[in-house]
Structures are given as structure tokens and as C-alpha cells.
């Protein structure tokens, strides 16, 4: 009774800290304003201004962030436990994945650390200076803002390389037909893309004032929250099966 206990605790919680992970990501970022070139050219005086605007006109900015910031925090650790559960030839893979939203997470902390809660600060200095002799204070807001762009981008592009370890460590040993086949197929797609946007320079100077950010953060939210229901029936023998059952269906 022990071993079943332990074995239902090693497969739901990290379950549940993956799903709790993108509720935060996804629900605290729906309330995030769009900051893109709809501000002004991207890096001028205006688009800073106006960034800084938005800072200081929303009260709940710095607990938004850090809704934003815990998503990733919260699946770098359930990658740990998650990766116990995979197929043991798919162990590179787990490693690999694992080690990511582990770098992933520390470089996302810092980045929403500067967005959420030094960003309002040096915000204020651009309001307080006003228009005309604001100059130094844009100088500190956009380095602050491009740290974190900068940081953000490393960050995602992180998170896509675990995606798509987790997701190609799923397929092993995978009825073609499954739903842990289906969620895998959708990590490899989904993972590749932040790598492919990376590289074409869809993500420069960061991910955050791009075209393709709203759907990239649903992607990577939902995908995180669809891992979270295929997780409880991994075992790594290489079997999907119910939780609570006496023995596994092979895959």
C-alpha cells in the first residue's frame, strides 16, 4: 500500500504543479497590455514613454508579473519529478529537458523581476522628469528593458528546447493513436518554434513585442497543461496506464 501511495504521489504532483504552473502563466498574462510597436517605433523615445505609461497606470502590474513569473518556476519543477516517469531509454532526453526549465526558470525569474518591480521604479523617474528632460531616465528604462528582453528571449527559447525533449521522450514506446502520442507530436511543434523564431530574428530584440508572442504564450501555456494530464500515466518501464490499476497496458 506504501509503493501505491508513492507511486500516485510521484505521478500527481508533479501533474498538478505543471497544471498550476500554466494556470499562472495563462491567467496572469491575459491581463499583461500588448507592448509592441502599436506604442511607437520599438526603442524610441515615444515607445518608452508610452511603456512606461502603462506601467504606472496599472496597479496590479507587479502581482501580474508575478502570476507571470511563477508559470515557468512551478514546471522546472515538476520537470524533475516528470522525467522519472518517462521511458528509461528516453533518459538523455529527460535530462535534457529537465536541465532547460531549469536554466529557463532562473533566467525568467530574473527578467519578470526587472519588468514587474525595477520597471515601475525607473518608469516613475521618466514621469517625474517629464517630457523635455526625461532623456537619462529613458537611458535607464531601456537598458533595464532590454536586460530583460534579452533574458526573456534565452528563456523561451529554453522552454522550447524542454518541449521538445518532453515531447520526443512521450512518442517513445507511444501507441500511435494515444493521447500521450498526441501531446507529444504537439511538444516537438510546438517546442521547435521558439528555436525557429530564435533564429530568423522574429524574437529580437525579445520575444514580448512580437507579432507571434500571444500565440507563442498560448502554445507554451497549454502544452505545459495538456503534459500535466499524460504525466499520471506515464511509467518508466515505457507504459501509459490508468492510475490505480494493478498493471499497465503497454503502449
Same mark, same amino acid.
Given at each position: 500500500?506504501?509503493?501505491?501511495? *508513492?507511486?500516485?504521489?510521484?505521478?500527481?504532483?508533479?501533474?498538478?504543479?505543471?497544471?498550476?504552473?500554466? !494556470?499562472?502563466?495563462l491567467?496572469?498574462?491575459?491581463?499583461?497590455?500588448?507592448?509592441? #510597436?502599436?506604442?511607437?517605433?520599438?526603442?524610441?523615445?515615444?515607445? +518608452?514613454?508610452?511603456?512606461?505609461?502603462?506601467?504606472?497606470?496599472?496597479?496590479?502590474?507587479?502581482?501580474?508579473?508575478?502570476?507571470?513569473?511563477?508559470?515557468?518556476?512551478?514546471?522546472?519543477?515538476?520537470?524533475?519529478g516528470?522525467? *522519472?516517469?518517462?521511458?528509461?531509454r $528516453?533518459?538523455?532526453?529527460?535530462?535534457?529537458?529537465?536541465?532547460?526549465?531549469l536554466?529557463? #526558470?532562473? %533566467?525568467?525569474?530574473?527578467?519578470?523581476?526587472?519588468?514587474?518591480?525595477?520597471?515601475?521604479?525607473? #518608469?516613475?523617474?521618466?514621469?517625474?522628469?517629464g517630457?523635455?528632460?526625461?532623456?537619462? !531616465?529613458?537611458?535607464?528604462?531601456?537598458?533595464?528593458? %532590454?536586460?530583460?528582453?534579452?533574458?526573456?528571449?534565452?528563456?523561451?527559447?529554453?522552454?522550447?528546447? !524542454?518541449?521538445?525533449?518532453?515531447?520526443?521522450?512521450?512518442?517513445?514506446?507511444?501507441? #500511435? *493513436?494515444?493521447?500521450?502520442?498526441?501531446?507529444? !507530436?504537439?511538444?516537438?511543434?510546438?517546442?521547435?518554434?521558439?528555436?525557429?523564431?530564435?533564429?530568423?530574428?522574429?524574437? +529580437?530584440?525579445?520575444p514580448? $513585442?512580437?507579432?507571434?508572442?500571444?500565440? $507563442?504564450?498560448?502554445?507554451?501555456?497549454?502544452?505545459?497543461l495538456?503534459?500535466?494530464?499524460?504525466?499520471? *500515466?506515464?511509467?518508466?518501464?515505457?507504459?501509459?496506464?490508468?492510475?490505480?490499476?494493478?498493471?499497465p497496458?503497454?503502449?
Amino acid at each position: 500500500m506504501h509503493d501505491q501511495t *508513492r507511486s500516485r504521489l510521484d505521478g500527481w504532483l508533479p501533474a498538478f504543479l505543471l497544471v498550476a504552473g500554466s !494556470a499562472l502563466f495563462l491567467g496572469a498574462g491575459r491581463h499583461h497590455p500588448q507592448i509592441n #510597436a502599436s506604442l511607437g517605433e520599438v526603442g524610441s523615445p515615444q515607445f +518608452y514613454r508610452a511603456f512606461a505609461a502603462h506601467m504606472l497606470h496599472m496597479p496590479n502590474w507587479g502581482s501580474v508579473h508575478l502570476g507571470i513569473l511563477l508559470g515557468p518556476v512551478l514546471w522546472a519543477l515538476a520537470a524533475s519529478g516528470a522525467a *522519472r516517469l518517462l521511458p528509461r531509454r $528516453t533518459t538523455s532526453l529527460g535530462d535534457v529537458a529537465r536541465s532547460a526549465l531549469l536554466l529557463a #526558470a532562473g %533566467l525568467w525569474s530574473v527578467a519578470f523581476v526587472l519588468d514587474g518591480f525595477v520597471g515601475p521604479k525607473l #518608469a516613475g523617474a521618466i514621469a517625474s522628469a517629464g517630457t523635455a528632460a526625461d532623456a537619462e !531616465a529613458i537611458r535607464a528604462f531601456s537598458a533595464n528593458q %532590454l536586460t530583460m528582453a534579452r533574458l526573456g528571449m534565452l528563456s523561451i527559447v529554453l522552454v522550447g528546447t !524542454a518541449m521538445l525533449a518532453l515531447g520526443a521522450a512521450l512518442l517513445v514506446d507511444a501507441r #500511435a *493513436r494515444s493521447w500521450r502520442s498526441i501531446v507529444g !507530436a504537439l511538444g516537438v511543434i510546438g517546442g521547435a518554434w521558439p528555436l525557429v523564431a530564435a533564429l530568423r530574428g522574429e524574437f +529580437y530584440p525579445g520575444p514580448f $513585442t512580437s507579432p507571434w508572442w500571444t500565440i $507563442t504564450a498560448l502554445t507554451i501555456g497549454l502544452w505545459f497543461l495538456l503534459l500535466g494530464t499524460v504525466v499520471p *500515466r506515464l511509467d518508466p518501464r515505457g507504459a501509459d496506464h490508468p492510475v490505480g490499476s494493478a498493471e499497465p497496458v503497454h503502449a
